[in-house]
Structure formats: structure tokens, C-alpha cells
């Protein structure tokens, strides 16, 4: 639903995160494969001091994106990205987002369009990572289908009150806190 409106305001390009798309999906089965004999904690720990350090930049005084990278270069940055967050995807059983938000930031992307995109992208991670996790772990259908209803009304509300009420550094610095919240909930949950 959030791609949806995003697309229809011009938001949203998808060719440009089709590299993402297609690496990401090939490598969440390489990442889960290698989680089945790893400690994760370890890698939880340091992705979460990423995610610290990502946030801090993000907030920092004059880190506002200027003019984006040219659209052949984001194209070759969106492969490199796709295998990497694909992979972690895959490891850690995460969708993603966290790696993708100071990617695009860095990548001189917009708040705004930086949430449009990942609006886009996770959903193709995190399923392609589910499918693989399918196999090791017992599924709850019902909360699978409680939480895919609740994102999908989730989405919609959301994408309609940034698009209406919120200015780019506003979603800049909600963008920084998702980050930060985020590396807290993974500090949490390793410890």
C-alpha cells in the first residue's frame, strides 16, 4: 500500500532498486545458510554499533543530501547493496531496513524518498529471507497473517501522514531514532 501511494507521487523509482531487488533475493538464502552453526551475537552486537554510529551521522548538523548520484551509479551502488543486505537479511533474520536507510542517506537520497524506497525494498528481503527460514523454524500462520494486515494498514496510514504532514528533516530525524531504536532492540535481545 505504501509503494502504491508512493509511486503514484512520483516517489518511488523502480528501476533504479531492481539491482537491490534481484542480488538482495539471491543472497538471503547464502546468509541463512551460514546462520545455522553461527553465534549471531557477535554480529547482532557490531550491526547494532552500526546502527548507533549511522544514526549519529544521520543527525548531525549539515548532513542534509544535496543533488543524488547520478542514476547509473546508484544503479551499481543498489547491487552491492542488494548482495550485502540480502545476505544480513538472511543471517541475522532481519528485513534490511537498517542497512538500507544510511545507504540511501549516503547515496544523497531525500528523507522522504529514502522511506519511500525502503517501503519498497524490504518486503522482497524479508520474504526472500522467511522463505528461507521456513525450512529451520516453526511458523505461526496466524501471527503471520495479524502482522501482514497490521503492515499493510500500517503502510498505507503512514506513507499518508508523511506525505501530508511531516518536512524532510522531521523524517530525517525519525529515520535517525528507527536506526538508534532499532540498535537498542538488538543489544537487548543478544543480551
Not at 503492515?151 to 498505507?156: H, I, M, N, Y
Request: aromatic share 14%; charged share 15%.
Amino acid at each position: 500500500t505504501a509503494s502504491v501511494i508512493n509511486f503514484r507521487r512520483g516517489m518511488l523509482d523502480v528501476r533504479a532498486t531492481l539491482p537491490f531487488l534481484v542480488t538482495s533475493i539471491v543472497t538471503a538464502p547464502l546468509g541463512t545458510s551460514c546462520a545455522k552453526g553461527l553465534d549471531t551475537g557477535l554480529v547482532k552486537l557490531l550491526f547494532a554499533v552500526f546502527l548507533f554510529v549511522s544514526a549519529y551521522l544521520m543527525l548531525r548538523k549539515g548532513r542534509s543530501p544535496q543533488e543524488p548520484y547520478e542514476s547509473r551509479n546508484v544503479q551499481w551502488l543498489m547491487y552491492r547493496l542488494g548482495i550485502v543486505v540480502g545476505f544480513f537479511a538472511g543471517l541475522l533474520g532481519i528485513g534490511g531496513g537498517a542497512f538500507i536507510i544510511p545507504a540511501l542517506f549516503y547515496m544523497r537520497y531525500t528523507p522522504k524518498k529514502i522511506a519511500a524506497t525502503v517501503s519498497f525494498m524490504i518486503p522482497f528481503s524479508t520474504f526472500a529471507a522467511f522463505l528461507s527460514y521456513v525450512v529451520f523454524v516453526d511458523i505461526d500462520w496466524i501471527l503471520i497473517a495479524v502482522v501482514s494486515l497490521a503492515a499493510v494498514l500500517g503502510g498505507k496510514v503512514g506513507t499518508v501522514l508523511m506525505h501530508r504532514y511531516l518536512a524532510d528533516f522531521q523524517m530525517k530525524n525519525i529515520l535517525a531514532a528507527l536506526l538508534f531504536l532499532i540498535g537498542m532492540k538488538m543489544i537487548l535481545d543478544t543480551l
